[in-house]
């Protein structure tokens, strides 16, 4: 008898024991990434902050075709801040912890969060001389007495541009949000639009670094949007000439646009929810031959278009 009620005991424990295994929970959510550190990602849901890991089974796709049905497997790298994505796995272990079975993105949210990337990487960049700034200077402080003082004050000073700088990291990174929640709803309310403003960028061969002349194009086409309170959108579009391969011509159309886009951004306070994600047009709609010269320099262009809504701009024509 005690021989069964031991046996019944076992086969009672490894059940429990199997439904913990195979328990494990399910959880499906979509948000917007604001942090990724290795494969941990912290995504930004309605529902709070999710801490997503990868791994080497995870599966990263996007839609493509019409549908969006048929799925194309993509790489970690393509997992930066700022990208709106779904993401689906079994519990990490602690609330709000999730191991990837399958994470799903939008190239048209790829490309917008690229152009956040391409606005906060100078910020990080000048973040980073700042630190580099403090190290050399507390070593200073170690190797030479006579200069302590000074060093100090020095160090100060970077630990003043070290707080200005994670303050404009902390405002890129609050656009990223925005990214996600106003990209769709502003299309729908812009209704019919008209072209109100026209403004083309042109580059060097193989170049996608804006002139001064440019830039103050640009400032003028964004002071003109800057005077409407509602039912507009700056489109952006970046072309190449026939010289070289196709690949490269489509790169170097993305550079121009996301060039000009960090420039609207960073120096002309346009907000990131009123610019059309860049297109990256390639060697496509050439304005010119691009067997001659002159043609060739008018199709390494970026095209920059003020958008209004028909009725706003009904006001003004």
């Not at 043609?295 to 028909?310: A, F, I, W, Y």
Request: charged share 20%.
């Amino acid at each position: 008898m005690y021989r069964r009620i031991g046996i019944a005991s076992l086969m009672a424990m490894f059940f429990l024991t199997s439904v913990s295994a195979f328990g494990a929970d399910k959880i499906k959510n979509k948000g917007v990434v604001t942090l990724r550190n290795g494969d941990t990602l912290t995504v930004k849901t309605s529902e709070g902050d999710f801490t997503v890991t990868i791994n080497s089974d995870t599966k990263i796709q996007h839609g493509v075709g019409l549908t969006g049905i048929r799925k194309k497997q993509d790489t970690p790298d393509v997992l930066i801040p700022g990208l709106k994505m779904k993401f689906e796995g079994e519990g990490g272990g602690q609330e709000n912890q999730v191991i990837a079975k399958t994470i799903d993105f939008d190239t048209d949210d790829l490309a917008l969060a690229e152009v956040i990337q391409a606005g906060l990487n100078p910020t990080a960049q000048q973040q980073a001389r700042n630190m580099q700034a403090i190290s050399t200077n507390e070593a200073g402080i170690s190797t030479n007495q006579g200069a302590i003082t000074a060093n100090r004050a020095s160090i100060a000073a970077t630990n003043e541009e070290v707080a200005a700088t994670q303050q404009e990291v902390t405002a890129n990174k609050a656009n990223i949000n925005e990214v996600a929640s106003s990209t769709k709803k502003r299309f729908s309310e812009m209704g019919e639009v008209v072209t109100k403003s026209e403004y083309t960028v042109l580059f060097s061969t193989g170049q996608y670094g804006l002139t001064s002349d440019y830039k103050q194009g640009l400032a003028e086409l964004a002071k003109q949007a800057l005077t409407y309170p509602k039912g507009w959108v700056i489109s952006v579009a970046g072309y190449a000439d026939s010289v070289g391969n196709a690949a490269s011509n489509q790169t170097l159309s993305k550079q121009r646009a996301q060039a000009v886009v960090a420039y609207l951004l960073q120096d002309c306070a346009v907000p990131v929810g009123r610019i059309v994600a860049p297109g990256a047009m390639g060697e496509s709609n050439p304005v010119d031959s691009n067997e001659t010269t002159s043609g060739r320099t008018e199709n390494r262009r970026v095209d920059v278009k003020l958008l209004l809504n028909k009725g706003v701009a009904g006001g003004d024509m």
